[in-house]
């Protein structure tokens, strides 16, 4: 029989007591290791061919999330939770950064590149040259919302609290970063860290839709 590192009732008692946190306590702060696991959750998220088409901007200077907060609707959230991340999708994807990540594909799985000649014409068919290539931002985008989704599970797992941000200005967050000369754009931003004794949102109850409403079962 397989043996589950959590229970069921765990995972969903984490996922129930996590919420987006509207008030953080500006004095708590995530520990090193917990830190250091949460961003180890970033890198392994699955993306589309492995591709990990974004980047995570780890926002911890605190004159830098002075300037982030009047372009992020005044939410306090930027500058009180512990930490504040910036998640950033790439614009264009070209044959060159195909080549780069198949270099490092070959590097940790010890193959040729040359090995992997049929892996980068699907690439290239698809994201540079294909179906992709007309909206290639719009599809790492996708990507980095997957990273968003498995952070936020990680750090509930953690009794860590998060709260996902689109209420900001992306392309003046841009300015602030420095992303376009990187060949990147915001796309959504999390802050991290322990509630408020005093958040009000923590009260109020989960709404969701039944599964009977939300599965289509076929």
Known sequence: MHTKPVSN???LQQLRWRYATKTFDSTKKIAGDDWATLEQALILTPTSYGFQPYRFVVVSDPATRENLLPLSWGQRQVTDASHFVVFAAKTSVSEADVDYYLAHVGKVRGVPVEKLAQF???????IVNGPRSKYQHEWATRQAYIALGNFMTAAAMLSIDVCPMEGIDPAKYDEVLG???????TVVAAAAGYRSADCKAATFP?????ADELFIRI
């Not at 980068?120 to 698809?126: E, F, I, N, S, T």
């Not at 989960?206 to 039944?210: A, D, L, T």
């Open 179 to 185: 992303l376009p000369a990187m060949g990147y754009k």
């Open 9 to 11: 009732d765990t995972l």
């Open 206 to 210: 989960k709404v969701r839709y039944s």
């Open 120 to 126: 980068r014409g699907m690439l290239v068919g698809d």
